[in-house]
């Protein structure tokens, strides 16, 4: 990405939130070229949940509530949310993030325009699907599951992921 494009987006974020404040709870970080490396360096040696979804994805929407469901009874778990929308649907991705009670988690958003490069940034076998979640323990040795997962195997991965 540019520096004026990251400047740019920076700046939208900032007066969305100022213009907005009914939306200033959730703070979504702009996600470009090098974000996903600051993103796991930033929770080195703890387990954490990167879930990666779209607005235009409806099996994305719909496992919403049960992503706040599981964030409410393991409050402790980082759940990290990347949205693969462009940054002009930040107020739409905010919306729907405050619709379904995940403000308080981290949030990103795509803010590249090359989308294939990010998502090999991410990981060189992913083509793209959406939902896609990634578990990471505390070594940061990740499982990446492509599609709807249960609620029974989101807590089969957090039993694996949350060991000592």
């Not at 070229?33 to 703890?46: D, E, F, M, R, T």
Request: hydrophobic share 40%; proline share 5%; aromatic share 10%.
């Amino acid at each position: 990405m540019s520096a004026i494009r990251y400047v740019y987006t920076v700046i939208f974020l900032i007066l969305l939130s100022v213009f907005n404040p009914a939306q200033a709870e959730t703070s979504l970080k702009p996600f470009g070229v090098g974000s996903y490396q600051q993103l796991v360096a930033a929770h080195a040696n703890q387990p954490f949940m990167l879930v990666i979804w779209s607005l235009t994805c409806p099996s994305c929407v719909k496992d919403m509530a049960l992503l706040n469901k599981l964030h409410q009874d393991k409050p402790t778990l980082k759940i990290v949310m990347l949205a693969t929308d462009d940054i002009s649907e930040a107020a739409q991705v905010q919306n729907m993030l405050t619709k379904n009670n995940l403000q308080s988690v981290e949030n990103w958003i795509y803010a590249e325009e090359n989308t294939q490069k990010l998502n090999y940034e991410i990981d060189p076998n992913w083509f793209g699907e959406l939902p896609r979640t990634y578990f990471f323990d505390a070594k940061h040795q990740r499982t990446g599951v492509s599609g709807v997962i249960k609620e029974t195997e989101y807590l089969q991965m957090f039993e694996k992921i949350l060991k000592p």
